[in-house]
């Protein structure tokens, strides 16, 4: 099965500029593959501006994200994989993707029926009818 994450990315990416908007990302930093950006991250959550006048040389390939962006003054390269990506949005909207963690077919087991309670009765509600 392809992976589509990395085209997801991109496009998300695209629409956001698109609408002229700013993109930004969500990082899990507990992640295997995005260390050393835990200096930089609050409760193991990242958020990166990948709009153009914050970053240079954003790159999504199959694998990772990388780019070139500055944290308090330093220049610092990203790299973190792909599955570290959890949320991708537009600032000013909040409209994008939240992603779920990536699951080999091997890790993915039989989804479980929902266990149901008795239904919960509705209140009535009156609506008035001109």
């Not at 990395?6 to 990082?27: E, G, K, Q, S």
């Not at 973190?80 to 080999?104: C, D, K």
Request: net charge negative; proline share 6%; aromatic share 4%.
């Amino acid at each position: 099965m392809t992976n589509l994450r990395p085209y997801l990315l991109r496009a998300l990416i695209d629409w956001i500029v698109d609408n002229d908007c700013t993109p930004h990302a969500v990082i899990d930093c507990t992640v295997g593959g995005a260390e050393g950006l835990a200096d930089y991250a609050t409760d193991g959550k990242l958020v990166l501006n990948l709009s153009a006048t914050a970053t240079r040389n954003l790159l999504v390939d199959d694998h990772t994200v990388s780019v070139d962006c500055r944290f308090q003054g330093r220049a610092v390269h990203v790299s973190v994989p792909l599955g570290a990506v959890t949320a991708l949005y537009a600032r000013e909207n909040g409209m994008g993707m939240v992603f779920g963690a990536e699951t080999s077919p091997d890790d993915a087991s039989p989804a479980q029926p929902a266990e149901r309670g008795p239904k919960a009765k509705k209140a009535p509600t009156l609506k008035l009818v001109k």
